[in-house]
C-alpha cells in the first residue's frame, strides 16, 4: 500500500481522534481506527495499521493497573481462548474478501453501540466464570480475527464481572494487548502481514498518544455520559453504511 500524503494525514487524524476517544472513555481505539480507515482502505490494510499504536497503548494502560497477577490468574481461559480464536479466525482478514470483511466490521460495530446504548449492565455469577470466560473468549477472538475489532463481545463481559474501575481498566488492557498480539501472530502465519505498513503503524503512535493526552483533558471539562452516547451514535450510523457494502 503506497504511503501517499493523503493517507498519511488519514492516518494521522484517525489515530488522534480514536486516542481521544480512549483517554475520555478508555477504550475505543481499536473501534474507531478499524471503523473510519476499513472505510477508506481495506480491513486488512487497516488492521496492519492498527497494531502498532493498539499495542503499545494497551500495554501501558495493562501494567498501569494494580493487580496484573490476580487478573492473569482469573483469566487466563479467556485469554488462551482469544489468543487461539483470533488466530484461527485471521483466516477471513487474511482472504482478501473486502466486502465481506468490510460488512462484517459493520455488524460488529453495529453491535456494540447498540448495545452499548441501550442495554442494562449485566452481572456474571462467579459459579458461571469457569465455563463463559473461555467462550467469550472464542468468540471474541473470532471477531477479532475476522475484523480487527478487539471489543465485541470481551468488553460487555469483563464489565459484568464486578470488577472496581482500576481492575476493569487493567482488564481491558490485558485483553485487548492478547488480541493485539495474537492479531499480528495470524497475520504473518497467514502471509498476510502488511510488512510495508510497520513504519507508517510506527508514526502513528504519536498522533495516538497526543489523542489520549487530549481526551483525558476533555473528560475533564465534558461530561464522559455525553462525549460516549455521540461517539456510540456515530459508530452505529458508521456501521450501517458498512454493512449496506455488502448489497450495493
Not at 46 to 62: D, K
Not at 220 to 244: N, T, Y
Amino acid at each position: 500500500m503506497e504511503a501517499s500524503i493523503w493517507l498519511v494525514t488519514a492516518v494521522g487524524v484517525t489515530f488522534f481522534a480514536a486516542g481521544m476517544v480512549k483517554g475520555v472513555t478508555g477504550m475505543g481505539l481499536p473501534t474507531v481506527a478499524m471503523g473510519v480507515l476499513g472505510a477508506l482502505i481495506s480491513p486488512l490494510a487497516a488492521a496492519s495499521l492498527l497494531l502498532i499504536p493498539s499495542f503499545v497503548t494497551n500495554v501501558w494502560q495493562l501494567l498501569s493497573g494494580p493487580a496484573f497477577g490476580a487478573l492473569a490468574r482469573r483469566l487466563w481461559l479467556m485469554m488462551l481462548a482469544i489468543l487461539i480464536g483470533t488466530v484461527t479466525g485471521s483466516s477471513l482478514l487474511a482472504s482478501g474478501e473486502t466486502r465481506l470483511t468490510t460488512s462484517a466490521l459493520g455488524a460488529v460495530l453495529v453491535a456494540y453501540s447498540t448495545y452499548t446504548l441501550f442495554a442494562r449492565q449485566l452481572h456474571v455469577p462467579a459459579r458461571l466464570e469457569p465455563w463463559l470466560s473461555p467462550l467469550i473468549g472464542g468468540i471474541t477472538g473470532a471477531v477479532t480475527g475476522g475484523t480487527g475489532v478487539f471489543v465485541v463481545p470481551a468488553v460487555p463481559y469483563l464489565q459484568a464481572l464486578g470488577l472496581d474501575k482500576d481492575s476493569l481498566v487493567q482488564a481491558l488492557g490485558l485483553s485487548f494487548t492478547i488480541s493485539t498480539v495474537a492479531l499480528a501472530a495470524g497475520l504473518l502465519w497467514r502471509g498476510a502481514f502488511e510488512i510495508d505498513n510497520l513504519a507508517l503503524s510506527a508514526l502513528a503512535i504519536v498522533p495516538a498518544l497526543l489523542g489520549m493526552w487530549a481526551g483525558q483533558i476533555i473528560r475533564d471539562k465534558v461530561s464522559p455520559a455525553v462525549f460516549r452516547r455521540w461517539f456510540l451514535i456515530c459508530l452505529l450510523v458508521l456501521g450501517v453504511e458498512m454493512m449496506s457494502r455488502l448489497f450495493f
